[in-house]
């Protein structure tokens, strides 16, 4: 089967897949163009999502807050987290909008409490929870090498 694999930055490898071991993923034909699933190995969760560039692993927790991407919506290559409507970019591992609940993004750059459209505004409340609002870092993603075995897909895991 023919099927393409999205390349990933390097330096964003999840720790010790470079030397891990190869599992079984299922069979390539049966992760449709647009869909996500889970693949739980251990206590590992990864998300695999084919997108219209190729198919992607990565952590299956929204880098924010830890709720499971699987279960969010994929728009072309980008997740959406069905906690707080953060928006990742699998392609890059970015967050391309931060999640409602506000927080500092990969790079340190501090991103207020928002709103979605047509919803009363949220109060951001002073106090411990608007501090630790301040404090969150939302991370870039972390991807798990792939390769295709015949018809079936593998992922390299620590």
Request: aromatic share 4%; with cysteine; net charge negative.
């Amino acid at each position: 089967m023919d099927v393409t694999l999205l390349p990933f930055p390097a330096e964003l490898a999840a720790p010790g897949t470079t030397s891990g071991r190869w599992v079984d993923a299922g069979p390539v034909d049966e992760l449709a163009p647009g869909a996500m699933k889970r693949l739980t190995v251990g206590d590992l969760d990864i998300l695999l999502a084919h997108t219209p560039t190729g198919i992607v692993a990565v952590d299956d927790r929204c880098p924010h807050m830890s709720a499971p991407l699987s279960i969010g919506d994929l728009d072309g290559c980008v997740a959406g987290c069905p906690l707080h409507e953060g928006r990742f970019d699998l392609s890059t591992g970015r967050p391309v909008q931060m999640p409602t609940t506000g927080g500092l993004d990969p790079d340190g750059v501090y991103h207020p409490v928002w709103t979605p459209a047509g919803k009363p505004a949220k109060d951001d409340v002073p106090g411990r929870k608007a501090e630790a609002r301040r404090l969150t870092r939302v991370r870039r993603l972390r991807y798990y090498p792939l390769r295709v075995a015949g018809d079936r897909l593998e992922v390299q895991v620590p």
